[in-house]
């Protein structure tokens, strides 16, 4: 068990939906990270905050969007969901800002769009 | 090109063989590299962690890092079934201040045969 909690593990909605994906770093860790990965993409960085601040962009489609509350637990917002969405997502956290640090994994969100 | 090329496999290997798995790497830039194993698309488990050139070990895995040759090798000695998995590179670095997000390798997949 890494630490690092996220919900639902499952989700299966419509397209053109709307779906929140939340994530719990491990504790004492400020920073998150959100991973897109798919079959055909592999594992993909997406976005990072660090103590509720974003901090860098990945590959990260104008349709998500997320958020690092004060409590540190972050939310991936993915909207106007479409077919190729489907993918597993997952977060993990690090103690750090900076290079050196080492990300550890939650057991990820599976979601499916049909 | 990808930032980080790794073969996808298959690899299958009978029980107490010595793995061998390999990524090379197009960024000189990057200082940190890891390896994950990741069951049945669970979260991604951090198996080893090196900073710049060299050989690190632990128990049966073995990490080497050639940053002259942009190569990184993950050695699994007396492999088990247990084992079986998909194996993960990852790097990440950067000038100063910048963010740490990982860039993987697309994963070796490996069965040890009983």
């Known amino acids: 068990d890494s630490g690092v909690t996220q919900t639902p593990k499952h989700l299966i909605t419509a397209t053109g939906q709307r779906v929140t994906l939340r994530c719990s770093p491990r504790?004492?860790?400020?920073?998150v990270y959100w991973y897109q990965q798919s079959l055909d993409q592999g594992l993909q960085f997406l976005i990072q905050?660090?103590?509720?601040?974003?901090?860098a962009k990945g590959n990260i489609l104008e349709r998500f969007s997320a958020q690092q509350f004060p409590d540190l637990h972050s939310e991936l917002n993915l909207s106007s969901l479409e077919l190729g969405d489907s993918a597993l997502y997952f977060c993990?956290?690090?103690?750090?800002?900076?290079?050196?640090?080492?990300?550890?994994f939650g057991p990820g969100t599976r979601l499916t769009v049909l | 090109q990808k930032e980080v090329e790794q073969d996808p496999g298959p690899l299958s290997v009978p029980e107490g063989a010595i793995v061998s798995l390999n990524c090379t790497y197009s960024?000189?830039?990057?200082?940190?590299f890891m390896w994950y194993r990741q069951y049945s698309r669970k979260g991604p488990e951090l198996l080893m962690y090196?900073?710049?050139?060299g050989n690190k070990e632990d128990g049966r895995f073995t990490a080497q890092v050639d940053k002259s040759s942009k190569y990184i090798s993950l050695f699994i000695r007396d492999s088990q079934p247990s084992d079986s998995a998909t194996y993960l590179c990852?790097?990440?670095?950067?000038?100063?201040?910048?963010?740490?997000?990982?860039?993987f390798g697309s994963g070796t997949q490996l069965t040890v045969l009983p």
């Open positions: 993990a956290s690090s103690g750090h800002q900076r290079g050196g640090d080492t990300q550890y």
């Open positions: 504790s004492g860790d400020l920073s």
């Open positions: 905050y660090y103590n509720g601040e974003e901090r």
């Open positions: 960024n000189s830039a990057f200082q940190y």
């Open positions: 090196t900073y710049s050139s």
């Open positions: 990852a790097t990440s670095g950067g000038s100063s201040g910048s963010a740490r997000q990982l860039t």
